[in-house]
């Protein structure tokens, strides 16, 4: 509080800072635009030359890079998974924790990758706030989760 005249600061900081006056963008290109703006604000060179980005031949070489290590490591996960789960014969200790991996690995291959692929490509998110922080708390978790998991089996030898 401001002891002068009883006003809060965040008041004070709004009277002297305003928001835009302008309209509030609703729709996905209204983003785009606002994004291209902001970032076009912080540099003024191109990242690549002949398009604001990369070119289009580097996006499709990302784009089926991750498609392989998606799904590879999806389907090399599962079938760990449905090893261990079908052999009796091999359910022991270290193979749970092996197996708490190849979930992780498999949620990672799953949620993860996806996520992070479409970022890469696109540098904007149109899915709003709310999965914005899901799907950035899931890939919080299947990290952690991995890493949990590789320790896990650390210890136990």
Not at 26 to 53: A, G, H, M, Q, V
Not at 74 to 81: C, D, E, K, P, Y
Not at 95 to 121: E, G, H, K, R
Request: net charge neutral.
């Amino acid at each position: 509080m401001d002891s002068e005249n009883g006003t809060s600061l965040s008041e004070v900081a709004a009277s002297r800072y305003p928001r835009s006056s302008g309209p509030r963008p609703t729709s996905c290109s209204d983003l785009r635009l606002l994004f291209k703006k902001i970032n076009n604000f912080f540099r003024d060179e191109e990242i690549l030359p002949s398009t604001e980005y990369s070119t289009p031949e580097l996006g499709y070489i990302i784009t089926m890079a991750y498609a392989i290590v998606i799904i590879v490591g999806a389907i090399g996960n599962m079938l760990t998974v449905i090893s261990v789960v079908r052999n009796p014969q091999m359910r022991t200790t270290r193979n749970f924790f092996i197996v708490n991996l190849a979930l992780s690995d498999f949620l990672i291959c799953t949620i993860t990758a996806p996520t992070t692929l479409y970022t890469v490509l696109h540098m904007f998110w149109p899915f709003g706030s709310g999965l914005c922080k899901i799907a950035g708390s899931l890939q919080g978790f299947n990290v952690f989760l991995s890493t949990f998991s590789i320790t896990a089996i650390a210890l136990d030898r």
